[in-house]
């Protein structure tokens, strides 16, 4: 069963940033599917809770240096 989560993501800030956020995650086991907007500023993926879980997805993005808003996603 797939779910989906949008994730708040501040410092992207062009789509090289989106491209590489978008690679970064879809590498992890149970990530189906990633839109990243820098414009947005949000990550939207698509994965399954049985591979990955949101906390994965959430430090991945840190680990690259963005700051991910806990509070609203």
Same mark, same amino acid.
């Given at each position: !069963?797939?779910?989906q ?5 501040? &410092?992207m ?5 989106? $491209?590489n @956020? ?9 990530v189906?599917a @990633? ?7 949000? +990550?939207? +993926?698509?994965y399954?809770?049985? &591979? ?11 680990? !690259? &240096?963005?700051? +991910? $808003?806990?509070?609203? &996603?």
């Open positions: !069963m797939t779910t989560i949008t994730i708040p993501v501040e &410092g800030s062009c789509t090289g940033c989106e $491209n @956020v978008q690679f970064a995650l879809t590498s992890l086991e149970g189906e @990633v839109d990243a907007d820098h414009l947005g500023r949000t +990550v939207i +993926v698509d399954d809770p049985g &591979g990955t879980s949101s906390d994965d997805l959430r430090k991945a993005i840190e680990d !690259m &240096g963005y700051t +991910v $808003n806990r509070e609203q &996603g």
